[in-house]
């Protein structure tokens, strides 16, 4: 069982708290995203389940076993965890086989079972082939699968990686998501991954944890975090969105800008909201169809194009599909239809983007 349980962790560095109280759960084979921007404490969380680094207060455990507490804490070699960071050292003097087999041999496995081993994960990371090459004779993503292939042949029940794909081109960066999603699946393994990329994020997690400012804004599946932001920090990071001044009462939503309502979805809020909007849930028709607006910039982009829409004296950015260049002119009249938005209470939105502690 590789469950980790995180209960209250707090972390400082001197007078600075980088985590404050994590409290958070996450299930054996279970593929989990700490995902937020720079400096925000998700390496440092990390290093705490790794065992480089001591939690100020709080406890750590993997699966029943408490490994960082008041009184305890369990060396990284005794935590039985594998690790990609990123900038992963492959060893540039030995070939890939040794590369791979030295997590073994520092454990004085057999040497049958050390060759049975490797030449396994080889093949699940499709080097199989290299394995006498040495790393500067293979690509960087091949490189970083030896990296993640030294990770786990001690068959770890718990895997860390700390943005093991920022050093790649996106055309690897893409296809090695999949891999690494598929392999750990196959495995059984649980992942934490660490990110600040939001697309990696939604493509590769069961949950996500948005962290800002030390502190975890929301959890979730990606499509949860993604449609029902908890904040408007959390809106703004996952995605594009916009956000517009409105007035709410009696079950309406007075966009100020827009010189139009909208339905309130909650039939709740009063007084001066702030309207999430993304654009691509913005919908564009004919004169007549919606609320009016002139066209006045389209952005052919093929799968989809990038509009601006001037509605009374706004911009209102319109991401249509790709077929929408053809059908409307720039100067022509359309129209927008607003299908799925977030209402936030409150005027300031700079304020709740900035931090909420
Ligand atoms: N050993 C350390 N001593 C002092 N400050 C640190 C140390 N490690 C990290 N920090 C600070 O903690 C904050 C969070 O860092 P980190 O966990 O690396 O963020 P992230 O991985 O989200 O970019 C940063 O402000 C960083 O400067
Ligand atoms: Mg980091």
């Not at 087999?101 to 290299?130: F, G, S, W």
């Not at 990071?237 to 007035?247: A, I, N, P, S, Y």
């Not at 952005?299 to 319109?318: K, P």
Request: charged residues 25%.
């Amino acid at each position: 069982m590789a469950s980790v349980s995180i209960q209250h962790v707090t972390k400082q560095f001197g007078t600075t708290t980088v985590l404050r109280d994590f409290n958070e759960e996450f299930r054996d084979g279970e593929f989990v995203t700490l995902l937020g921007p720079s400096g925000c404490g998700k390496t440092t969380m990390l290093r705490m389940i790794a065992g480089f680094e001591r939690p100020t207060s709080g406890e750590i455990r993997i699966g029943e076993t408490l490994v960082s507490g008041e009184k305890t804490f369990v060396p990284p070699e005794q935590r039985g965890i594998g690790m990609v960071f990123q900038s992963y050292a492959v060893w540039p003097h030995m070939n890939v086989f040794s590369n791979v087999a030295y997590p073994l041999q520092i454990r004085h496995t057999a040497r049958k079972e050390t060759e049975d081993r490797v030449n396994r994960i080889l093949e699940v990371v499709h080097l199989a082939q290299y394995a006498k090459r040495l790393p500067n004779q293979l690509s960087g993503g091949q490189q970083q699968r030896i990296a993640l292939a030294r990770a786990l042949v001690a068959e770890p029940e718990l895997l860390l990686l700390d943005e093991p794909l920022s050093n790649l081109d996106a055309k690897l960066r893409e296809s090695m998501r999949f891999e690494i999603k598929e392999l750990t699946r196959k495995l059984g393994i649980t992942v934490v991954y660490v990110t600040h990329d939001q697309t990696e994020a939604m493509a590769m997690s069961d949950r996500i944890f948005l962290i800002n400012n030390g502190i975890v804004q929301q959890s979730g599946t990606p499509e949860e975090i993604y449609n029902h932001p908890a904040n408007p920090f959390a809106a703004d990071f996952l995605g594009k969105v916009d956000f517009f001044e409105g007035t709410a009462g009696n079950g309406k939503i007075h966009l100020t800008a827009w010189n139009a309502d909208l339905p309130d979805p909650e039939g709740q809020a009063s007084g001066p909201v702030q309207v999430a909007v993304r654009p691509e849930n913005i919908l564009l028709g004919g004169p007549g169809e919606g609320i009016p607006g002139v066209m006045t910039r389209m952005y052919y982009l093929g799968d989809s194009t990038d509009c601006r829409v001037r509605v009374g004296e706004t911009e209102i950015r319109v991401i249509g599909d790709g077929f929408a260049y053809h059908r409307f002119r720039e100067g022509e009249e359309v129209s927008l239809t607003v299908r799925s938005y977030r209402v936030f209470s409150g005027e300031n939105v700079e304020e709740q983007l900035k931090i909420r502690t």
